[in-house]
């Protein structure tokens, strides 16, 4: 008898780390690589003007080896976007320049624009991954000299005619729309400038876009403070480890865990924020989170009624 308690006892933890197991399998070889589009219609266009489609892309966070993700990318060019937004951390290899422009390539006639993130400019480095689950990277960026090919990333879109918007302003034609963006460089390792963008936007814009990397209030009430109407971000990875029916744990950065993806309002504009394509090679998982781009149909806001 005693002797079968013991057994008994064991069998437990071992049935426990077999689940641990099968769900750390789970998490980095299913749902990693389980790609899925998000659609939004957003109420932000005048009465009268005809929709147009913002494919929204972000955090791809791409090796040369993810052949997967990249064929996924280059078949979302079927879906014929009016504009294509990065919302950066597109690399995390010094070689996967060429791999993202051959993701990219099919989307790369449109008209487009991007900003970059951390991991843009610094390579990930190993670190124990559950330290996400409570605290933010920002401090954990030691690296001061690029050691990324941010500028050849920069340079192979930019040839393609997409405009940089960090930290500047343009006016884009998208569809039928006179577009006035303003965009800021990734506010996780404070190259953010919105001083270099600040005031209102003009008025007789169609629309005015606001594109950021990481998703901080501060930034996002200054962009709605100066009249801009949709604001686009990524960064957060939608939490990345979730708890199903409860959702995110972390945001890794200001923005509240409600809004940690998906279109939600700020102040007066709104706003999406992409859970991203990749994750970090040093934590390859994600869990009640599938990676994901977005497709935004902006529409005609309803008549105000007299």
Not at 36 to 46: H, I, N, Q
Not at 102 to 112: F, K, N, Q, Y
Not at 238 to 245: A, R, S, T
């Amino acid at each position: 008898m005693h002797h079968e308690g013991v057994r008994k006892a064991a069998a437990i933890p071992l049935s426990l780390l077999g689940l641990g197991v099968a769900g750390i399998g789970y998490a980095s070889v299913v749902e990693r690589n389980w790609f899925r589009l998000r659609r939004f219609d957003v109420p932000v266009l005048a009465p009268g003007q005809r929709p147009v489609r913002i494919l929204q892309i972000s955090d791809l966070h791409l090796t040369p080896g993810r052949t997967r993700l990249i064929n996924w990318v280059r078949s979302l060019e079927a879906l014929d976007p009016d504009l294509v937004v990065n919302t950066g951390d597109t690399l995390a290899h010094p070689d996967a320049v060429g791999a993202y422009l051959h993701a990219v390539e099919p989307l790369l006639s449109r008209p487009g624009l991007f900003v970059y993130g951390s991991n843009d400019l610094y390579a990930p480095r190993p670190k124990n991954p559950a330290r996400y689950l409570w605290r933010s990277s920002k401090s954990d960026r030691r690296q001061h000299i690029p050691n990324l090919p941010w500028d050849e990333l920069g340079a192979g879109m930019t040839a393609a005619g997409w405009l940089d918007m960090n930290n500047t302003t343009a006016r884009v034609k998208v569809g039928d729309l006179d577009v006035f963006v303003g965009g800021i460089h990734d506010s996780h390792i404070n190259r953010d400038r919105y001083d270099h963008i600040a005031g209102p936007a003009p008025a007789d814009a169609d629309l005015r876009l606001g594109v950021m990397h990481s998703p901080e209030p501060s930034n996002m009430s200054r962009f709605a403070g100066d009249g801009y109407q949709l604001l686009l971000a990524g960064h957060t990875h939608g939490g990345q480890l979730c708890v199903p029916f409860y959702g995110a744990l972390v945001t890794n950065c200001g923005i509240d865990r409600a809004r940690v993806k998906g279109l939600h309002r700020h102040e007066s504009a709104w706003l999406h924020v992409s859970a991203g394509l990749g994750t970090s090679p040093y934590a390859p998982a994600r869990f009640a989170c599938p990676p994901e781009a977005t497709l935004l149909t902006l529409v005609p806001r309803r008549p105000t009624r007299p």
